[in-house]
């Protein structure tokens, strides 16, 4: 008999219920699962929704600071701009009102010459005619009409020095040179210094305006000097050099600190700012140099295309014969115009003639005999390189002892040749010592080569090194031995007779 009809069925749902209730706690279960997530994941939402707010809020405030920046650096480039165009304005000003000034000089000049002096002159002559017309008049008379004549003289002369201040007249009339060397002249006249000038004739051919700026820096500065330096020797000089005007001022005085004084802002230096002005104002750059024991140096550039067409034109090398005997120069010349890169542009016959060409001359190089009048060609490079210090000089001697090799070198020569040298190595002689480099003939070469292998002494000089004389040693022993007296002696060279007799027992 089987088990009864209730416990069937209650057997039936408990194995159909049982796994449907497992599988409910299961879902349920799996249900709270989803609902923690989901919690979790909203979040997880609201915290990106909050950091892409203030990413937005970021992005926002940097956009702004972008944009504030843009505005600032566009202010900044419209300041820039601005204030470069302020300054060609007032660069341009100031060349407009030196230009201005130029031309205002220029008409004072010229009316307080054809007006005033005239006028003054006319008075003169009246005067003069008056003293005639009273030739039987008291001497009271005459005296008074002989001291106004001197007067109204005075006064033409003190008319005339402030019409060559205003502009002088040479300066248009004659030329730079000419110009130059008259206000020296009246500068060193009044302050007792020494001004040397050296420039080439070239110069003369540059348009008008840049030869002004010279004239007007060199005004400037030895103005400069004669007041504040007190120096006692001032040397000028003006070169060409591809293509550039090159002039050098340079005084022994007292030196002053240049950056402090251009940057001044007062107007007691306002004419080393109007030099600058001007020489820019024509293209070219101006140096000031000054240091203590080495006085000042003002140096001042123009680009001269004039010149360089010049230049390029000619390439021959200049060349200055310093030679005492005629047929000597007149073969050396000849060898020399044989070489279609050379010309002989000026003969020299004494030392002193040999200086002084060189400083007018300014020769690419000075072929110097060691034998020569009135200064002896060792002292005269040793007087052209202490003027110009860039000079090239090759010495010509007879000798090829060792004491003279050693004189030659001492004075700062470049080379030296013996006259007997064949004209090939004359040739190349000329050639490298113009190319800056250094050339002695085959003979003295191997000399001096023999001069380094001598024994040293405890000085470190060689045994046959002897005590140096001095340039003006050099010229008074030249002096004597062409039979000079003493008082003759220190008239030439401007020292006194004590110094001449200390020189002779030297």
Excluded at 274 to 284: A, D, N
């Amino acid at each position: 008999m089987g088990p009864p009809h209730h416990f069937r069925t209650g057997r039936f749902w408990a194995e159909v219920l049982m796994p449907l209730e497992k599988q409910h706690f299961a879902i349920r279960e799996s249900l709270k699962q989803v609902e923690q997530r989901t919690t979790t994941l909203q979040l997880h939402t609201k915290e990106l929704a909050k950091g892409n707010r203030q990413l937005a809020r970021e992005i926002k405030r940097r956009q702004t600071s972008e944009e504030v920046l843009k505005l600032g650096n566009t202010c900044y480039q419209h300041l820039l701009e601005q204030s470069q165009f302020m300054q060609v304005q007032l660069r341009s000003l100031a060349h407009q009102i030196l230009s201005e000034q130029e031309n205002e000089r220029r008409e004072i000049s010229r009316e307080l010459h054809d007006e005033v002096v005239q006028i003054l002159v006319g008075i003169n002559v009246a005067l003069a005619a008056l003293g005639k017309a009273a030739a039987l008049g008291t001497k009271a008379f005459h005296k008074k009409i002989a001291s106004t004549q001197q007067l109204v003289g005075k006064f033409v002369s003190a008319v005339h020095q402030f019409a060559r201040d205003l502009r002088p007249a040479v300066l248009d009339d004659l030329g730079l040179i000419p110009a130059l060397q008259a206000f020296m002249k009246s500068v060193a006249a009044r302050r007792k210094m020494r001004i040397h000038l050296t420039a080439f004739a070239g110069v003369e051919e540059m348009e008008s305006a840049k030869r002004i700026v010279l004239y007007r820096v060199a005004q400037e500065a030895l103005t400069n000097v004669a007041r504040h330096a007190k120096a006692t020797l001032v040397n000028v000089s003006i070169r060409q050099l591809d293509g550039v005007i090159r002039m050098e001022i340079h005084d022994n005085g007292k030196s002053f600190r240049v950056p402090q004084v251009l940057s001044a802002k007062t107007n007691k230096w306002l004419g080393l700012l109007g030099m600058r002005e001007r020489v820019e104002m024509v293209g070219g750059t101006l140096i000031i140099e000054s240091a203590r024991g080495q006085g000042t140096t003002v140096c001042a550039k123009i680009p001269s295309p004039v010149g360089r067409e010049r230049m390029n034109r000619n390439q021959k090398i200049t060349v200055l014969l310093a030679e005492d005997h005629a047929v000597v120069r007149q073969g050396l010349r000849t060898l020399l115009e044989t070489e279609s890169h050379c010309e002989v542009v000026g003969e020299a016959q004494t030392g002193r003639a040999a200086v002084e060409m060189t400083a007018a001359l300014i020769p690419d190089v000075i072929l110097m005999d060691i034998a020569m009048p009135e200064l002896n060609g060792l002292a005269a490079t040793q007087q052209i390189l202490a003027h110009n210090p860039k000079a090239r000089v090759l010495i010509l001697s007879a000798h090829s002892d060792d004491e003279y090799i050693e004189r030659t070198t001492a004075v700062g020569a470049v080379g030296c040749l013996e006259k007997q040298t064949s004209a090939a190595i004359f040739a190349k002689a000329i050639h490298e010592v113009a190319a800056g480099r250094i050339f002695f003939s085959p003979t003295i070469a191997k000399r001096l080569t023999d001069q380094k292998r001598r024994p040293i002494n405890r000085d470190g000089q060689t045994k046959q090194n002897r005590a140096r004389l001095t340039s003006c040693e050099t010229e008074v022993l030249q002096l004597v031995a062409e039979g000079q007296a003493n008082k003759q002696i220190a008239g030439l060279l401007g020292i006194s007779i004590k110094t001449v007799e200390k020189h002779r027992n030297t």
